[in-house]
């Protein structure tokens, strides 16, 4: 018996290491990342459906019209989506989709998937957030103080979320996240007990 895949919203603050978890989670090859899709225009090296799926408005608003997404805002005058089709033809085949998105995408994923799972990398303190993007050496330093303004806010919503974990050492983090959707695949309404009792 094959169980449906689960729909899993991962979020958390810039620099918390979300991105490294979802990598992670990927190489067991059972796990799947929603690749957004977007009206901005490609940046540098960006390939359409590698970063993101690149729309014009048009195309945009006929999925919006059609219900082709799981949830969608508008960022600094861009639309950014996650598509609904490919992740529901994943989870028919049993993999586990991931949608790593902000926290105003997870508010609209609840009310849209209320199975959904949901879970915030944490940083292990503020002061490790800050040398951690200090770290990258990507950002400027008013960027860097905005990041982590702007983590405050997304840490004070963490209590929203299914499951809060922690990203100290990263196996132990991804161990974590192991464990959370193994639990959630064993849910007695995950099974279909009809199925069994013929």
């Known amino acids: 018996m094959k169980n449906k895949g689960l729909l899993v919203v991962i979020s958390g603050p810039a620099g918390a290491g979300k991105g490294t978890v979802v990598t992670e989670l990927v ?12 009206t901005r225009a490609p940046r540098g ?20 019209e059609n219900d ?16 609904k089709k490919q992740a529901e ?14 926290v105003q995408g997870c508010e609209k994923i609840k009310q849209q998937s ?8 944490m940083p292990p303190s503020m002061e490790i957030l800050e040398h951690r993007l200090r770290k990258r050496a990507t950002d400027s330093e008013e960027s860097i103080l905005h990041r982590l303004a702007r983590a405050k806010e997304e840490i ?14 990263i196996e132990e983090c991804v161990a974590d996240v192991k464990s959370v ?3 959630e ?11 069994i009792l013929g």
Not at 45 to 64: A, C, N, P, T, W
Not at 115 to 120: E, G, K, Q, R
Not at 160 to 165: E, K, R
Request: proline share 3%; hydrophobic share 35%.
């Open 27 to 38: 190489k067991d090859g059972n796990v799947e990342v929603s690749i957004s899709a977007t």
């Open 45 to 64: 090296q960006e390939k359409d459906g590698v970063e993101y799926h690149f729309l014009s408005r048009e195309q945009f608003q006929d999925m919006i």
């Open 68 to 83: 082709g997404f799981l949830e969608y805002a508008q960022y600094c005058g861009n639309y950014y989506g996650s598509p």
């Open 89 to 102: 033809e994943w989870m028919h085949q049993g993999k586990d989709v991931i949608l790593e998105i902000e």
């Open 114 to 121: 209320p199975d959904c799972i949901s879970i915030f990398i």
């Open 156 to 169: 004070r919503l963490a209590e929203n979320y299914d499951y809060i974990i922690v990203n100290g050492p």
């Open 181 to 183: 959707l193994n639990a």
């Open 185 to 195: 695949k064993l849910k007695a309404n995950r099974f279909d007990v009809k199925e």
